[in-house]
């Protein structure tokens, strides 16, 4: 695509006298206006349409220009812009309708303006994307580090309740076993000392017995006869007692020779308890300085992911000096329709564009007093 | 509930990004889209403990704005700091005439931005 004035000087550059100003933000601007055949009628000798056509999408457009036009690539809008000053000066010179230029301006301007509006609002729509994005990302992070981490101190609770209670039990038990075991052994000693007390029984028995076989012999005859039975049966008796209670007296022995072996396993095992819950504490422990460290090395990636988002902000940050840069170009066509409009003796050329708002104060006149300023990006100046 | 702050900017990206800032640094962020906005928005919600402004804006841009806002004796003590693209020293000193306590100039450093902030609602 080309356009009128290219077609007279083709590849003439001159981008003398298009310096721009420093511009505020946009408000919405001026709307591209309306394509139509009437405005090509001004260009009897274009080949093809206008390049100043607005597109919905930019990206779009591009696409389906480059996917469907059979024209020459397209000269860039810069090249064009920058070729127009000098070529316009020419066209004027032999331009017979200058209100028909001053119109061609004006629709031209209208969408450069356009063309602006359409890229801020797609960097501010894409630019609102990504920083959801990111947005998103931090907080699934937080999100993910944290239920990590009470599920990792739910899981560990849990454990250590479940372990805890154990070892509670055996040592409960143990400690009601070791008892049981010291009681054992009192009761033997009782029972050993009434066995002592039914062997002086057996012995008074047999002597009984003994002093009643005397009397059986002393007396003779029936009554003789009598204790002798008496006397017979009384011993059997004191032997089956003296016998009974030392069998009671062996088992009793026994049962206390076993009482220690018990009692010292139940000592052992005790022991060895005391040592395992000595262990799970110092297992606790350093589970739980584990888990001090997952948190910290939880909340240090949490930081440097944070860290990335704050450095992903940063470079997201290139709109308004990307838009500020594009509206540039609505102060150069201004110039140039202001030059355009003295050198053809026009009125109402060159009108204030809607991006300007500070723009017009002398402090905004010049890019260089802003790069004189002494204040650099990112930087905080506190009064 | 952390410490509001009213970011004014007509860029919703902009207002997004310094809302992510101190969003996660557990500041509440209150949005304005231009001055007039940030004026009502300051003058009908008393919990507002700092104002982030930039200064190119439709309908009454930063400068007007803290002017405004500082006329009212209420709003003496609120600090308000600029945040856009400008840094001529001519702006930075209207800005402190009107009352304005910081300027900062974008791209801005979301660290420094959040301590700042920190530093001036303390």
């Not at chain 1, 996917?67 to 032999?94: F, I, W, Y």
Request: aromatic share 4%; hydrophobic share 35%; glycine share 8%.
């Amino acid at each position: 695509m080309k356009f009128f004035w290219q077609k007279r000087k083709k590849g003439s550059s001159n981008r003398d006298g298009f310096e721009g100003t420093t511009l505020g933000k946009t408000s919405p601007g001026i709307p591209p206006e309306e394509d139509g055949p009437a405005q090509d009628s001004h260009f009897p000798n274009a080949a093809s349409p206008s390049p100043l056509e607005p597109a919905g999408h930019p990206l779009e457009s591009n696409v389906t220009e480059k996917g469907t036009s059979t024209d020459p690539p397209e000269v860039p809008l810069s090249h064009q812009m920058a070729n127009t000053g000098e070529s316009v000066r020419e066209k004027c010179s032999v331009c017979d309708d200058p209100e028909t230029l001053k119109t061609l301006f004006s629709q031209f301007r209208g969408k450069i303006n356009g063309q602006i509006h359409a890229a801020q609002e797609l960097s501010e729509k894409e630019t609102l994307s990504i920083g959801k994005c990111i947005d998103d990302i931090v907080v699934h992070a937080r999100d993910y580090i944290q239920e990590s981490k009470d599920v990792f101190e739910k899981n560990f609770s849990d454990q250590n309740t479940a372990l805890e209670g154990y070892l509670n039990f055996s040592k409960n038990t143990l400690g009601k076993q070791s008892d049981t075991v010291k009681t054992a052994l009192t009761l033997s000693d009782d029972i050993s000392e009434a066995g002592e007390a039914v062997d002086r029984l057996a012995g008074e028995a047999k002597l009984l017995a003994l002093n009643a076989t005397i009397e059986a012999a002393r007396l003779g005859g029936t009554s003789g006869n009598a204790f002798g039975v008496i006397s017979e049966e009384m011993n059997q008796l004191s032997n089956q007692i003296a016998s009974t209670n030392r069998m009671i007296g062996e088992t009793i022995q026994a049962i206390r020779e076993s009482l220690p072996a018990l009692m010292k396993q139940t000592n052992e095992q005790n022991e060895k308890l005391e040592e395992f819950i000595g262990a799970m504490h110092h297992l606790k422990k350093v589970i739980g300085e584990s888990m001090s460290n997952s948190d910290a090395a939880g909340n240090t990636h949490l930081e440097m992911i944070l860290n990335l988002s704050y450095s992903a902000l940063s470079h997201l940050q290139f709109q308004d000096p990307m838009i500020q840069n594009l509206q540039k170009i609505d102060h150069v066509i201004r110039d140039l329709h202001k030059d355009l409009g003295t050198r053809l003796h026009l009125e109402g050329t060159a009108e204030k564009s809607e991006f300007s708002q500070l723009s017009d104060q002398p402090e905004f006149k010049s890019e260089k007093d802003k790069n004189t300023s002494g204040q650099n990006p990112g930087e905080v100046l506190l009064f | 509930m952390g410490k509001q702050i009213l970011v004014v900017d007509d860029s919703a990206a902009v207002r997004q990004q310094v809302g992510m800032a101190l969003g996660h640094a557990g500041f509440e962020v209150v949005e304005a889209a231009d001055g007039n906005e940030g004026v009502s928005a300051v003058d009908g919600n008393p919990n507002i403990a700092m104002v982030i402004s930039d200064v190119n804006m439709p309908n009454m841009n930063g400068l007007e704005m803290v002017s405004a806002i500082k006329q009212k004796p209420s709003h003496q003590a609120l600090p308000i700091i600029m945040l856009t693209t400008e840094g001529q020293p001519a702006l930075i000193k209207q800005a402190k005439a009107a009352g304005a306590v910081g300027w900062i100039v974008k791209p801005f450093d979301a660290g420094q931005l959040v301590a700042t902030v920190q530093k001036l609602t303390a």
